[in-house]
């Protein structure tokens, strides 16, 4: 059967045992796609899975008169999908933990003194909010009116100005 027979067999008569055979048609090629992008492992069955729910799309959405090939319509939608995945993907991690500067051993007193004299007042009253006082990043960024991905981005560079210390 060829990928028009069994688009109309899924679209008309919801027929299961069509979709399976197209999914099997196609797990290589969501597969292909996702080492293509470079996804990273633990993200990879995720990305697996909304592939197969583009599958479904592409079934339900294709239209034969555009001149276009079934696949060639799915492989565009499924490289558009994971593209705007990969844009959504946080692009570093923050620990919630705020006891990130005592984990190494040092003197905190003398280091936080070395700290705060490298740091911007912005930086100084994120450093005292968050790291000193324990706060939410949503409560700082009520407090100080700013966005949170402000108050990350001045944890962030906190916490590289403490690593760069040590």
């Not at 899924?10 to 299961?16: E, L, V």
């Not at 045992?17 to 995720?46: C, P, S, T, V």
Request: a neutral charge.
């Amino acid at each position: 059967m060829n990928d028009y027979e069994l688009v109309y067999l899924i679209r008309a008569q919801n027929d299961s045992i069509a979709f399976d055979f197209l999914f099997q048609k196609y797990k290589k090629f969501i597969w292909k796609y996702i080492h293509l992008m470079n996804i990273e492992l633990r993200e990879q069955d995720d990305f697996f899975q909304e592939g197969i729910l583009i599958l479904y799309k592409a079934v339900e959405t294709f239209d034969e008169s555009k001149n276009k090939t079934f696949t060639r319509y799915f492989e565009l939608i499924l490289r558009r999908h994971f593209y705007h995945l990969i844009y959504k993907l946080p692009k570093y991690l923050l620990y919630e933990d705020s006891n990130f500067m005592s984990c190494f051993g040092y003197e905190e007193e003398q280091n936080d003194q070395d700290l705060m004299d490298s740091c911007s007042l912005f930086e100084k009253n994120i450093y005292q909010f968050y790291f000193v006082e324990k706060q939410a990043v949503k409560k700082i960024s009520k407090q100080m009116a700013c966005e949170p991905k402000k108050i990350y981005n001045a944890i962030f560079r906190i916490k590289e100005k403490y690593k760069n210390m040590i």
